[in-house]
């Protein structure tokens, strides 16, 4: 779902294809707006036909939760009055939600505004300028919102899947090449590489002095046996 944020870009689900303009109540009206950005985000008939703005807060098809999300609305009760002389209250919808707390909502007014965008804040109770003694009531989800909300989260993680399995493709293709360029050693050099595994024979070592004793001692036997030698021709 693409948020509102700025143009004027109303078209029949605003007019004429509108319950509440086919009526004569078409925009400015808080209720009448609301149905036709309902039916832009679904690209569906909104369900709900008729009814002040309080009223929707009771349709079916509207279910309350605990904390705004995009695509939501927000509902007032208080207001001015219908013909009836009814409290009509207020009726607009959540587009974008911030770290803080503040959500920015479009919405029309009666005999006011065409649409806006205000940024509502929880630690006011969500007041909405200009308005006409409004008390936040709820937010509310339309449930064809709803499945839209959930079919682009099944499609997110269907590619989130798709994504990972060419990813463990790619590994596996990768893990492939490489055996291919690996060379295994057979036939002599496989022999040569299993004689590299037997263990070398080590020359013992003895310390520097010990083998100068030995070598002068060597080297006194040697004289001797020159001379002894000598003597006996």
Same mark, same amino acid.
């Given at each position: 779902?693409?948020? %509102?944020?700025?143009?004027?870009?109303?078209? #029949?689900? /605003? !007019?004429?294809?509108?319950? *509440?303009?086919?009526?004569? =109540? &078409?925009?400015?009206?808080?209720?009448?707006?609301?149905?036709?950005?309902?039916?832009?985000?679904?690209?569906?008939?909104?369900?709900?036909?008729?009814?002040?703005?309080?009223?929707?807060?009771?349709?079916?098809?509207?279910?309350?939760?605990?904390?705004?999300?995009?695509?939501?609305?927000?509902?007032?009760?208080?207001?001015?009055?219908?013909?009836?002389?009814?409290?009509?209250?207020?009726?607009?919808?959540?587009?974008?939600?911030?770290?803080?707390?503040?959500?920015?909502?479009?919405?029309?007014?009666?005999?006011?505004?065409?649409? %806006?965008?205000?940024?509502?804040?929880?630690? #006011?109770? /969500? !007041?909405?300028?200009?308005? *006409?003694?409004?008390?936040? =009531? &709820?937010?509310?989800?339309?449930?064809?919102?709803?499945?839209?909300?959930?079919?682009?989260?099944?499609?997110?993680?269907?590619?989130?899947?798709?994504?990972?399995?060419?990813?463990?493709?790619?590994?596996?293709?990768?893990?492939?090449?490489?055996?291919?360029?690996?060379?295994?050693?057979?036939?002599?050099?496989?022999?040569?590489?299993?004689?590299?595994?037997?263990?070398?024979?080590?020359?013992?070592?003895?310390?520097?002095?010990?083998?100068?004793?030995?070598?002068?001692?060597?080297?006194?036997?040697?004289?001797?046996?020159?001379?002894?030698?000598?003597?006996?021709?």
């Amino acid at each position: 779902m693409e948020e %509102r944020r700025t143009g004027d870009n109303l078209g #029949d689900w /605003y !007019y004429s294809a509108n319950p *509440y303009f086919q009526r004569g =109540y &078409g925009l400015p009206n808080c209720t009448a707006y609301v149905w036709g950005r309902l039916s832009e985000l679904t690209g569906q008939p909104c369900t709900v036909q008729r009814g002040n703005a309080i009223d929707w807060a009771f349709k079916p098809e509207m279910k309350k939760i605990d904390n705004p999300t995009m695509g939501c609305v927000i509902i007032y009760s208080g207001g001015i009055r219908d013909s009836y002389g009814r409290l009509c209250g207020h009726i607009g919808v959540v587009e974008h939600l911030y770290s803080d707390g503040s959500i920015d909502v479009s919405m029309s007014s009666y005999g006011g505004y065409t649409w %806006r965008i205000y940024n509502l804040k929880p630690s #006011d109770g /969500y !007041y909405v300028p200009e308005s *006409y003694g409004l008390t936040f =009531y &709820g937010f509310y989800m339309y449930d064809g919102v709803q499945r839209v909300i959930e079919q682009e989260q099944m499609e997110r993680e269907q590619r989130e899947i798709e994504k990972q399995m060419k990813r463990d493709l790619f590994k596996k293709q990768f893990e492939q090449s490489v055996d291919l360029r690996t060379i295994k050693p057979k036939g002599i050099l496989k022999g040569l590489e299993q004689e590299q595994d037997i263990p070398k024979m080590e020359i013992p070592h003895f310390p520097l002095d010990s083998a100068i004793f030995v070598l002068l001692f060597l080297i006194l036997i040697g004289k001797k046996i020159i001379k002894k030698t000598t003597v006996d021709n």
